[in-house]
């Protein structure tokens, strides 16, 4: 299978894997996590295939892998026959973004997706039947954008309701076909007109549902004229990765309602007439719940075969989503609908609302049905000599001019555009009177003059409108070279395509989307060798290291209109794409994941939050929305609770320390100057906190009351102080008034954290604090955790107006001398639980192997045995036949005896140490967790995981042992067969 660049680029590894209907999906980072799903079918398109030499892909061979025509000849002639049948049928396909939804359903270049063969076989199948039928085809591409349902006004399309008819696109117009061709036009306007209304979205994630309605009517003339109609839907559905609602639970604001709407309504739309189709009662079928709904009503409903192609993303990296993709294909499943999965390229992209917009629509095709046949074959003819001379130009067009090509997130709006470059100068922006114009978010009205003269082109940006040359933003005329990449203002992208004795037999598909982005990151000296690698001599990068590159160049075009909406609406914030190391916020400091972040900045009172990437995608669509409708010509001011640009003033985290604690194990003191590093890494201030073991009573223990083995503090009472006594050049305090700083800290199983109080405007801020802490009963846990842990400690940045954190001890359990208790066998809340059943399970499914592990073990024994004893019986005569001197013959026979007394040897060892591991193994399989004593099922886990080491490391020493003894056997049976061989 291929998977698609990007992937590649992340080490992507395949975690799916197809038998037979059955698709199975491997947990990544727990390998022996394995769920299987049954579907009627399943394609798999990841390996086995070879290209043609029309491009078009084939089996290399072996029958698994599945192309187009297999898909096309399982699901588009099903389509096609029901349609014969008077039947309605619709094909969805619904996956992640690149995930190979618009690959089965329209195609690229050679490999036709359904939609093009079925129009195609339906059209040949129309030409072929005989004279007394008549037949009909009408077609509708429609769009249903996700960010427009606010433009749904006085003049643009709207679903009405009709008694008999059920939902109807007003004004919608099918448009009659006569032949394939004509349909080929007519999608190929639509992608143009499309394409078009992506590009000026003013977002990069401009996401859609396609729909393409054909109306198939047939009249047979026998005794008297038999009529049947039918509606196919070919549905590509936009991509699902906002199904699970990219963490907009934990945002202030909720995800605009519309924005996933859709796809959950679908969802439930199916649900439930699987509930129907197993004979449940339902009371109500939720259609009117979205726009795409109620369009499909019928199609869905009713005399309708509905099939949901699942297009799966393989790579290791679209786990979660591929998970849920699967998901939500059975539960359709059950209303036995066709469900199957031809497996491919994951992605990502981000959907917001809805509104529906009708493309299929061109001037002058509105048209009634009764029309007479000959006016509509002239009418047709006029149209293809019309199509056919603007073809002809085109093409001349691209033969002696230089052009911009349109490259968009979507491959299938890729090279849809082009904007020819003709002699002379041109301008290039938002206004009609410029010769290019161009539509697009940050594209002033005039942006950029092109010049093209004596075989060069130039561009030249108009006063500071933003023009990006190959990852470079330019500020004066610019030469282009034949592909170049051009970037017009947020994120337009465009391929530059030189005069024709400039161009070279370079292929310019390279030259996709994620290029331009990757090539942008580059220039702002972000790369994934920048990011790390992990592991000693590895020259790859580390896949999570991968993944979090391409989480940062995704969002890079997004941060960037996001800016550009804030200065639009006079927001006034700057967002910027962070990369957070988590091992600033892991106690052992070795977990060496990164996250994205973006940090947003008022920059005229310089306050700052910190968003998770959920956060912002969330944000970013109601930006969309907000900012539309200020284009719109409507005011753009919203209360602050639904603006999506505001949030109330909070305290910042600044930077995280470690300050090992191993000191405190050992009654030792430690004076730490620790650094405060902010989540790239960077010095943001110095701590200076000191840990001191002490008396109860708070004297500071001397170096004679030293202990050399931890133990010996065992169930004996244990007291610390930590006192935190300044920071120092604090950048957060610098150059911005009204801020302050809290250092907070959380000690083994404290409830919370605790946090100094507030110290304001002062770049050295004395804090001067200390706390005593006293294990009554130390745990062995606990004086485990001191010798392997950190104290993380982090500064927050208290900005003007935001709520400082509690600097009490409220809450926390005190002894009588007023110290803070820690190891508290009471402290294990609710909040451990969860942690704590993790923990089981991961244990659970631990047992479950070693038991697999077991039996297969048990199996190659018993074979082992029976080879040996085969071998054996066999060898042995064959050695006295041909030892005719009886001596020799006994001597053999002496060593097969000597070689029997060792394997029975190294098999009694064997079975002795079966027996120890079987014993272990009981105890794991019977001991059960104690139900309600929360303490004692934290060490009972505990417990549970280290027997469970000891018995795979007793159980892999066993079969060693066997094994070496067992190959030294049989190496000194060879040895003497040689020997005896005549
Ligand atoms: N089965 C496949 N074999 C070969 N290439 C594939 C296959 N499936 C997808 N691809 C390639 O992967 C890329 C992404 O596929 P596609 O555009 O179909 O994704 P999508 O799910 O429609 O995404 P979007 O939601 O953005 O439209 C394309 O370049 C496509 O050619």
């Known amino acids: 299978m291929i998977l698609i660049q990007r992937e590649k680029d992340a080490g992507s590894r395949c975690v799916i894997s197809m038998d037979s209907n059955s698709t199975s999906i491997y947990d990544p980072r727990n390998p022996g996590h394995v769920k299987t799903f049954t579907f009627d079918l399943a394609y798999w398109s990841h390996s086995g295939f070879l290209k043609d030499e029309n491009g078009m892909l084939i089996s290399a061979g072996s029958n698994t892998y599945a192309g187009q025509r297999e898909v096309f000849r399982d699901l588009g002639q099903g389509v096609l026959q029901s349609a014969w049948q008077g039947y309605n049928a619709t094909l969805l396909a619904y ?300 093409r001349w067009m691209m033969e002696t001019f230089p052009y911009l090509l349109n490259i968009n997130e979507d491959p299938q709006l890729s090279w849809v555009l082009k904007h020819f470059i003709q002699d002379g100068t041109c301008d290039v922006g938002q206004s009609t009177s410029n010769a290019i114009i161009l539509r697009g978010l940050g594209i002033l009205d005039k942006h950029a003059t092109f010049t093209n003269a004596d075989g060069k082109v130039t561009i030249a940006p108009q006063d500071k409108c933003k023009v990006v040359v190959n990852g470079v933003t330019i500020t004066g005329e610019t030469e282009l070279q034949h592909s170049d990449r051009v ?69 890079m075009p997004l941060v960037e209109e996001a800016n550009q909406m804030s200065q639009e609406l006079g927001k006034d914030l700057k967002f910027e794409l962070k990369v957070k190391n988590l091992a600033l916020s892991d106690s052992r400091g070795h977990d060496l994941q990164k996250e994205i972040t973006v940090k947003v900045t008022h920059e005229t009172t310089q306050q700052v939050w910190v968003w998770s990437k959920a956060k912002f995608i969330n944000r970013k669509f109601i930006m969309e929305e907000l900012y539309q409708r200020f284009l719109e010509g409507e005011d753009p001011a919203v209360n602050q609770d639904s603006d999506p640009f505001w ?136 004086l485990n955790y001191l010798q392997k842990n950190a104290l993380i400690v982090d500064l927050w940045g208290l900005q003007e107006g935001c709520m400082e954190m509690d600097s009490s001890l409220d809450g926390l359990l005190l002894t009588a001398e007023g110290t803070v208790v820690v190891d508290n066998p009471k402290a294990l809340t609710a909040s451990n639980v969860p942690e704590l059943y993790r923990k089981l399970l991961q244990m659970e499914q631990e047992t479950e192997l070693l038991r697999e592990l077991n039996r297969a073990l048990r199996e190659e024994n018993a074979l082992l045995k029976d080879s040996l004893k085969k071998w054996d019986t066999g060898h042995h005569e064959r050695l006295i036949y041909h030892f005719i001197n009886k001596k020799d013959a006994e001597e053999m026979c002496s060593h097969r005896t000597s070689c029997d007394a060792e394997l029975a040897k190294a098999l009694k060892t064997f079975y002795q140490n079966m027996s120890v591991v079987r014993e272990q193994f009981l105890q794991l399989k019977h001991s059960r967790p104690p139900e309600d004593n929360l303490q004692v099922l934290r060490l009972f886990t505990e417990r549970q995981s280290q027997m469970i080491s000891d018995f795979g490391r007793q159980l892999e020493s066993t079969v060693d042992k066997l094994k070496s003894d067992v190959a030294l056997i049989v190496k000194k049976k060879r040895e003497y067969i040689a020997y005896s061989k005549p």
Request: glycine content about 6%; proline content about 3%.
């Open 487 to 555: 970037i017009l203002g947020s994120n337009s992208t465009y391929l530059y395509v030189g005069p024709p004795a400039q161009r070279t037999e370079e292929d310019l598909s390279r030259y996709d989307y994620d290029f331009f982005q990757s090539e942008l990151a580059a220039a702002e000296g972000f790369s994934v060798d920048k990011l790390g690698t992990v592991g000693s001599g590895q020259d790859r990068a580390d896949p999570s290291v991968l993944a979090v590159f391409h989480d940062y160049i995704k969002l």
């Open 647 to 782: 949030d109330p003033v909070e305290a910042v985290h600044v930077g995280s320390a470690h300050v090992w604690l191993q000191a405190l194990a050992y009654r030792m003191r430690l004076e730490e100057r620790a650094e405060l590093l902010n989540s790239e890494g960077l010095e943001e201030a110095v701590v200076l906190i000191n840990l001191s073991s002490c008396s109860s009573d708070g004297r500071l223990f001397g170096e004679d009351e030293m202990v050399i083995d931890p133990l010996e503090l065992l169930e004996r009472r244990v007291d610390f102080q930590i006192h935190i006594a300044e920071c120092l050049g604090v950048k957060w305090l610098r150059g911005a008034v009204g801020r302050g700083i809290q250092i907070g800290y959380r000690v083994y199983d404290l409830p919370r954290c605790l946090y100094t109080k507030p110290v304001w405007e002062s770049a050295n801020p004395k804090i001067e604090e200390t706390v005593h802490f006293s294990a009554l009963n130390a745990s062995y846990d606990f």
């Open 95 to 394: 996956g992640q973004t690149g995930s190979g939804k618009s690959y089965s359903m329209i195609g690229y270049g050679a490999n036709r997706g359904l939609v093009p063969s079925v129009c195609e076989e339906l059209c040949k199948a129309i030409q072929s039947q005989e004279k007394n039928k008549q037949y009909q085809v009408r077609l509708a591409q429609i769009v249903i954008y996700f960010q427009d349902l606010s433009r749904l006004k006085p003049g643009g399309l709207k679903i009405r309701e009709d008694q008999q008819q059920g939902f109807y696109v007003d004004g919608l117009k099918l448009v009659p076909c006569d032949n394939y061709a004509q349909i080929e036009r007519l999608m190929d306007q639509g992608n143009k007109m499309r394409t078009t209304a992506t590009t000026t979205m003013n977002a990069s994630s401009s996401r859609s549902h396609m729909v393409i309605t054909i109306q198939f009517k047939q009249v047979i003339f026998l005794d008297e004229a038999i009529t049947k109609q039918s509606v196919i839907n070919l549905v590509d559905l936009a991509g699902s990765e906002r199904q699970k609602s990219s963490g907009s639970e934990k945002d202030r604001l909720k995800e605009g309602t519309r924005v996933n709407l859709s796809l959950t309504t679908l969802g439930n739309v199916i649900s439930a007439l699987a509930e129907v189709a197993t004979g449940k009662k339902v009371l109500h079928i939720p259609y009117r719940d979205s726009v795409l709904t109620k369009l499909l009503q019928s199609a869905l409903g009713g005399n309708s075969r509905t099939i949901m192609i699942a297009a799966l993303s393989p790579a290791d990296i679209c786990y979660e989503e591929t998970l849920s993709t699967l998901r939500y294909a059975e539960r359709s499943l059950v209303s036995h609908q066709a469900c199957c999965f031809p497996c491919k390229h994951p992605g990502s992209s981000c959907l917001s609302s809805a509104e529906l917009r009708l493309l299929a629509e061109s001037e002058g095709r509105t048209r009634s049905a009764q029309m007479t046949w000959e006016a509509r074959l002239e009418e047709a003819r006029q149209e293809w000599e019309q199509q056919y001379s603007v073809m002809t130009q085109e």
